[in-house]
């Protein structure tokens, strides 16, 4: 494990162990279970499996604290992997306000890509958020192992409520543009993806 990463964990877990020890109220204890099937697993802007994946999630929280468990399970023969688990991606969260107006995250995720030729790697990332007009938002994405690669993801939306009468109370558009830079071995590659969800 890369010495970045180590003193990160350390980072992380004394800022956890201060923030909740000096909370005037005990930490809440949440726990979800989602499970998702995709027709293409899109990461990024990426097309990484063209066919359908069964995508299930375990998240844990406490207080600002949160972890997470996702996994993607192949479920086509195209790379003859039909019913196997994929990849497992392990990660750990920390969220917080700055200041008024002003949140910020940071964590590490765990990329495992079990029953593949693909090397397991780690990236770390921290966040900000601003409660104001769109609520933008822009996070960083720096992988410390195998990818030697970093990710920038900026982000706007907003919330309308009770646009038709037929329509959930809430209808949230959140575009997202992501601009990302990977050190392959013989060029660098710069790209651009532009990413709406509605839900």
Known sequence: MSSKLTTFGIVLIATLTSSIALAEDAPSLGFDISADYVGKYIFRGQNLQDDGAFQPSVNLTYGKFSANIWASVELSKINGNS?????????????????????????????????????????????????????????????????????????????????????PDEVQAAPTIATERLRAPSRLISRITTHLVCG
């Not at 991606?89 to 700055?98: F, G, I, P, Q, V």
């Not at 495992?112 to 693909?118: A, D, R």
């Open 83 to 167: 019913g196997e688990i994929t990849e497992v991606d392990y990660s750990l969260d920390y969220s917080d306000t700055l200041c008024e107006g002003i949140g910020y995250s940071i964590g590490v995720i765990n990329y495992v890509f079990p029953n593949t030729s693909i090397e397991d790697t780690v990236e770390i990332y921290v966040g900000l958020s601003f409660d104001t007009f769109l609520s933008p938002s822009i996070t960083l994405y720096n992988d410390v192992d195998e990818a030697n690669g970093s990710y920038v993801s900026v982000g706007i939306g907003h919330t309308f409520e009770k646009v038709v009468g037929d329509v």
